[in-house]
């Protein structure tokens, strides 16, 4: 994280160290050269290709901060509206900086996500 040049960023990506670890339990860990997860669950597609993955995670990238979070469709449509100023993708939030964001909800997000992983890969 003492790599990201911007020191908004910075200092969101050690905010969001500690909500991220507050909220799972888990240490960090890094997963390639820029995603920060924590836990981790082995899946394993139709077409047998298998792997491990963070349950959740977050990257503070150059443009935006990513958040890694996998959520059951109702859960997505419940509460990412709810989340504040963002921009997401599959599994991907994307976030400009930590204030235009409710933290309650990001937590409530990471709960989910991680709800909705051990259930669909409880092994």
Not at 16 to 36: Q, V
Not at 58 to 68: E, G, N, Q, T
Not at 97 to 113: M, T
Request: aromatic share 10%.
């Amino acid at each position: 994280m003492e790599n990201v040049e911007n020191p908004k960023k910075r200092e969101d990506a050690y905010r969001l160290l500690d909500i991220f670890t507050d909220t799972t339990g888990y240490e960090a860990k890094m997963w390639g050269p820029s995603i920060i997860g924590f836990g981790s669950y082995h899946y394993k597609y139709k077409t047998g290709h298998e792997g491990d993955a963070p349950l959740v995670g977050f990257s503070p990238r150059k443009a935006k901060i990513s958040l890694y979070l996998m959520l059951d469709e109702s859960v997505r449509e419940e509460l990412l509206p709810k989340l504040g100023k963002h921009t997401s993708g599959k599994t991907c939030v994307y976030i400009n900086k930590l204030e235009d964001i409710d933290i309650e909800v990001l937590k409530a997000l990471i709960n989910q996500s991680i709800k909705f992983l051990k259930e669909t890969y409880p092994d």
